[in-house]
DNA sequence: TTTATTTCTTGATATATGTCAAGAGGAACC
DNA sequence: GGTTCCTCTTGACATATATCAAGAAATAAA
């Protein structure tokens, strides 16, 4: 949950010190390919806009695109037969899509569903599938960027079956503070695996 | 933690219906490549042994090689300021290795000790990085072998914030019997999240 | 603004799970 | 075979967390 993070059958990756910062300017720091490259790649991105309460990908369909959020919240999640598990709250900076439905053709494990109205540059798949030929390189340097989620995503179930609800709603006030005002509370709660009633008496302790 | 596994820093691969297999096996079966290729990787592995005790690797070191599982179990562990974490417990047919050192020559986040005597294929780092002049493609199959393990990963932090400690002891139950009576129990309640006590108290009732 | 919805909080209580401690059983070692 | 060590079990109890229910607060809608 450190500096790139990705969850919910779908990836993403978020520095924070790169909120700020457009597309162009986070291919080029993460991938860290050329200018020329990076131009290839973003060319291959339109604007796209999504208004709150609208689904990016219903579970179950398929998932043809993958979007960087510029602006906005997408929230992943999943049901179960007695409840609705938030599986994460992906914010402006990271990536989104259902990473099995988009490359392994599969049907969409999850919901990402607009938690506020968004603005996003999106890429279809099959635009998505040129961009090896585009760059030299990509499919390593891809490589890389799904381990680094992958590695993100060791520490979240470390952090699971070894911390407390109360050091679980710490680590991420201290990564992501920005969320504690911006989503509904409650979305959180469920994404730290506990209720929203427990969620509240730590927030209200601290 | 369907068919194909990995976890803890490391990543791993198991069918079950692959388990009696050896390596060139394994790998033409799961990267889908030519008996042509297969033989090629296969042979920058050779056969190496650990002893029940043993490290494969320790925390903080620099982890240079991968392996296969072709007998024994290898658990993989982390300290807190309180208590050892069991992260995962590698059985024949997984891959193992600590990825972030491995791919990002970083130190290793994870120990991964020999819980009995082991039998392994094993591929040192200059070799392995060998592979993609070798065989065709190798960047993406590897892309998409890291994929998987990102999606199964995922389906476990999903078990962790969404089901109570006995259904997470009847999933692991369900998918890997073989491990209940082939290791120490402890380290099976604390790779679910859960105490020796409560896991013994499940296990009872079961 | 006023109203209607949704979200959050709080108390009371139930339940799940952890902790501590003692002992039983089994495997390894001498 | 006996000892030692490690692992597992079990009971008693403590604590964390969930559930239910009511109301307050915030947000969205009219």
Same mark, same amino acid.
């Given at each position: ?22 597309? #162009? ?9 050329? !200018? %020329? ?6 060319? $291959?991105?339109?604007?796209?806009? $999504?208004?709150?309460? !609208? ?24 049901? +179960? #037969? %007695?409840?609705?598990? %938030? ?9 989104? %899509? ?17 938690? +506020? *109205? ?15 030929? $585009? /760059? *030299?390189?990509? !499919? ?11 590695? +993100?995503?060791?520490?979240? /179930? ?18 992501? #503070?920005?969320?504690?005002?911006? /989503? ?11 209720? #929203? ?10």
């Amino acid at each position: 949950m450190k500096s790139l993070n990705l969850v919910g059958a779908f990836f993403c990756a978020n520095f924070e010190r790169y909120q700020e910062m457009k597309l #162009p300017q986070y291919i080029q720091s993460y991938f860290g390919i050329s !200018d %020329t490259d990076v131009n290839k790649v973003v060319e $291959l991105f339109e604007e796209t806009t $999504l208004n709150k309460g !609208d689904y990016y990908v219903k579970a179950g369909h398929y998932c043809n695109q993958l979007s960087f959020i510029q602006e906005g919240f997408i929230r992943v999640w999943s049901e +179960t #037969p %007695t409840k609705e598990i %938030t599986q994460w709250i992906s914010t402006p900076g990271y990536f989104i %899509t259902d990473l099995s439905s988009l490359i392994f053709k599969t049907t969409a494990r999850w919901n990402l569903q607009a938690l +506020t *109205d968004c603005k996003l540059y999106t890429i279809k798949q099959e635009r998505y599938n040129q961009i090896n030929h $585009l /760059v *030299d390189n990509w !499919d390593e340097l891809e490589k890389l960027f799904i381990a680094k989620c992958f590695l +993100t995503l060791e520490d979240r /179930v470390f952090s699971q079956i070894s911390m407390t609800a109360e050091e679980r709603y710490q680590q991420l006030f201290e990564l992501n #503070p920005g969320l504690f005002n911006q /989503v509904p509370l409650q979305y959180l709660a469920s994404m730290l695996g506990m209720s #929203p009633e427990t969620f509240s008496r730590i927030r209200a302790k601290s």
